[in-house]
């Protein structure tokens, strides 16, 4: 087999075998076959596209690429969530702690933001003392004992991805749906749950901008991830505004704190609740997605997710104290507000321009190489709908350096659309797929 061959037989529209599949992706992974080489294919594939039956080959071959976590001596049914990437996205720090609070497992394994989009790992990094790279051994018994842990993705999960998402980075092939498919399941198939809820973010702010594309997209994460034995269920949520007011890092944990006392921004609520609904329903402590719903809003209601949010924060080395002082975490030292201009209503607030005053107030990286200031961010006063008169804080920049926030402060105005007319609403779940 060489690669000229797969080259070329994928540029005629043909059909790749499991045989062409794992030699590509075995001989990139060892570094035997060039950049060149599997740039030119990923191109073809952007192309000619590739059938389910390619694309699950492709995901399986990436996810066995490195390890594959079993997480047998987790009791119960694991169930992993994922998002697609969303701007101001910390539903992770809300539906671990209610599904956990329900009896289902949450082993997660995040990664870290990169460009206008936002990581887990480095949000949970705000408070102080977090570790989010233990031992497995200890994650596992934090798993058994609290019921959530979530992790930092190590290296030696899908390595295949690695390189090929950097090469689909500096090639424009990222926007290909087998491509996302298969870099983002083969990551969730080879981290050891039994469930997978993915969100898949429509909007914007995201990398689907319409509902049939991310319908397509949603579909075949489903169909790829039904097919390597998982219980897989994906939820298309709108991305056309960011979610909740907080965007950046402790700010970010402070607003899931709040979400899990009753006080949360609307968006964030329903959201979470949504997720969480499913996760206990795909881990089997619910038999419908609505009694999971209910099960979720009890746990919030009583009090029972938070101590699981506590527990969870204490379980990996951090300070819950934080919990009911905010000001333990990084504190900023430099802000500016961005006031409306004219009278009106907020008809829209671009995300992709949100999340990149947030990256640029140094909440986020630009390369991997970055150091990310843990108090910067973007808080949004004013969302979607809401009535503004001229003078208003639309947002509020902050950080430690004030050239970066002045840049933020620039970029988190052009986000913003007033007009005369007070803009319909749009629902934030648009479709469940199972
Ligand atoms: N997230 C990923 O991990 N991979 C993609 O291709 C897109 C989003």
Redesign the pocket.
């Known amino acids: 087999m060489n690669m000229v061959d797969i080259i070329l037989k994928k540029r005629e529209g043909g059909k790749l075998s499991e045989d062409e599949i794992v030699f590509f992706i075995e001989g990139y992974t060892d570094g035997s076959i060039p950049d060149y080489q599997a740039a030119a294919l990923l191109m073809t594939i952007y192309f000619k596209g590739m059938d389910k039956e390619e694309t699950y080959q492709l995901t399986k071959a990436m996810k066995n690429s490195g390890d594959v976590i079993d997480l047998s001596s987790i009791k119960g049914i694991k169930v992993d969530k994922h998002s697609?990437?969303g701007v101001g996205d910390k539903t992770t720090l809300v539906v671990g702690p209610l599904a956990a609070a329900c009896g289902v497992p949450v082993a997660k394994m995040s990664?870290r933001g990169l460009g206008f989009t936002g990581g887990t790992v480095d949000k949970m990094e705000s408070i102080p003392g977090f570790k989010t790279s233990i031992e497995a051994k200890a994650f596992i018994e934090l798993v058994n004992r609290v019921g959530l842990s979530v992790i930092g993705q190590t290296a030696h999960i899908a390595p295949a991805?690695k390189k090929i998402?950097a090469l689909?980075d500096v090639t424009a092939t990222?926007d290909n749906l087998s491509?996302?498919t298969s870099?983002?399941m083969s990551?969730k198939l080879a981290s050891g749950s039994d469930a997978i809820v993915l969100d898949v973010k429509c909007g914007n702010g995201a990398?689907m901008e319409n509902i049939e594309d991310a319908t397509r997209l949603g579909q075949l994460m489903v169909d790829i991830g039904t097919s390597d034995g998982k219980k897989t269920i994906a939820v298309i949520t709108d991305m056309s505004q960011p979610l909740g007011k907080a965007v950046g890092n402790s700010n970010e944990v402070i607003e899931a704190i709040e979400t899990l006392k009753g006080n949360g921004p609307e968006d964030i609520t329903e959201l979470s609740m949504t997720l969480a609904g499913i996760m206990i329903f795909a881990g089997e402590k619910a038999s419908s997605m609505e009694e999971g719903h209910s099960m979720a809003k009890e746990v919030m209601d009583n009090g029972k997710a938070l101590e699981k949010l506590r527990l969870f924060i204490e379980g990996q080395g951090g300070d819950s104290k934080v919990m009911d002082d905010y000001s333990l975490f990084p504190q900023y030292k430099e802000k500016i507000d961005v006031l409306a201009t004219a009278d009106g209503f907020v008809w829209s607030i671009g995300a992709r321009s949100i999340g990149l005053a947030s990256q640029h107030s140094g909440a986020g990286r630009a390369t991997k190489e970055d150091q990310i200031d843990l108090s910067a961010g973007i808080y949004i006063s004013k969302k979607v709908g809401d009535k503004v008169t001229k003078g208003d804080v639309l947002v509020s920049v902050y950080g430690m350096d004030r050239d970066k926030i002045e840049k933020g402060a620039k970029e988190a105005e052009k986000a913003f659309t007033i007009t005369q007319e007070k803009p319909e609403r749009t629902k934030l779940i648009i479709k469940i797929l199972e």
């Open positions: 697609t990437g990664g991805d998402y689909r990222v491509l996302i870099s983002i990551k990398f």
